[in-house]
């Protein structure tokens, strides 16, 4: 997520109340998460595991909860609570913006598009020509739709990112800033959730095709002419490159990346990266191939228990 203009580190450290460590007139453009942090941007840690990543990262700002030495070329933040001051500086720099409109005035249409009744549009939502948006949509600020694409009933674009930090009272959650871009001539069926990223976009590829009752979670990219069938429940940060199909309930765990043209049978936990061009099957996860002779094989145990007697 970039910011409006480019602010200083002094400007960022007041508005956080935090000290900071570096020249006060440093650069700072955007916040982001790490997986798709660039310079100039602010990532945040609040965990000594992971310090070395965020500070070795292409972020040029460091949100941190402990001052430490600070690498050649970048700047830091120190705050009690790195978390709590990421929220803050979502709320500012993306505030809520109430709407009393079933269509945002601030929306931009193409024409030929046909918006059925019942349907929300947010505010800075973007949709391209000849779509077809079925109704009782939800379509939340800043989604980006492109061209000939429709959207089947009940179906939720942009709701939050489940990001969660656990608190002693409860959980604190990670406030999402970031977009659902759906590129042009995809399919999605009814009473889907694609959920935004939290800084970043999450996206659907050109000439995908969703089924009904699926769920992509936030910061995921999917890639161009993918097929997801129905209940299919994909995590967050997640990458699935081109021409996937992923059958009937399907799951995934976060930070994956399933390869161009795999296909993921039906009912499968896909709980670990996997390679393209092949086709796979099981809990946890493994090529179709070997997972079927696994199962044949122990229909075969009484057998050989039998002949052992």
Not at 45 to 57: G, N, R
Not at 108 to 128: D, L, S
Not at 222 to 240: M, P, R, W
Not at 249 to 272: E, L, N, P, W, Y
Request: net charge negative.
């Amino acid at each position: 997520m970039k910011f409006p203009k480019v602010h200083s580190l002094e400007e960022i450290a007041n508005l956080l109340n935090c000290e900071f460590v570096g020249d006060e007139n440093f650069s700072v453009y955007g916040m982001n998460e790490i997986h798709v942090v660039e310079p100039g941007d602010i990532v945040f840690v609040d965990h000594p595991k992971y310090y070395d990543k965020a500070l070795q990262s292409a972020a040029t700002i460091v949100l941190i909860n402990k001052k430490v030495d600070c690498p050649d070329g970048k700047a830091l933040l120190i705050s009690d609570d790195p978390f709590r001051d990421f929220n803050i500086l979502t709320k500012h720099f993306k505030p809520f913006q109430f709407s009393n409109a079933s269509i945002s005035a601030s929306s931009i249409i193409g024409e030929g598009t046909v918006i059925q009744p019942n349907t929300f549009i947010g505010n800075n939502v973007v949709i391209g020509k000849n779509c077809l948006i079925h109704s009782n949509v939800s379509i939340y600020d800043y989604t980006v739709i492109g061209d000939n694409v429709i959207i089947h009933a009940g179906t939720i674009l942009g709701a939050d990112a489940f990001y969660y930090k656990k608190r002693p009272d409860g959980f604190d959650q990670l406030v999402s800033g970031g977009r659902v871009v759906i590129e042009s001539n995809v399919g999605i069926g009814a009473l889907c959730t694609i959920d935004k990223g939290v800084t970043g976009d999450t996206t659907i590829g050109e000439g995908t095709k969703i089924d009904n009752q699926v769920h992509v979670g936030h910061d995921t990219v999917i890639g161009k002419k993918c097929l997801i069938a129905s209940q299919t429940g994909i995590a967050g940060c997640v990458i699935i490159e081109d021409e996937v199909t992923l059958w009937g309930q399907v799951g995934t765990t976060s930070g994956i990346t399933i390869g161009t043209k795999a296909v993921i049978m039906g009912q499968t936990g896909v709980t670990k990266s996997v390679e393209g061009g092949k086709s796979y099957f099981g809990t946890p996860i493994q090529e179709s191939r070997e997972k079927l002779k696994q199962l044949a094989n122990i229909k075969k145990i009484p057998e050989i228990l039998n002949k052992l007697k």
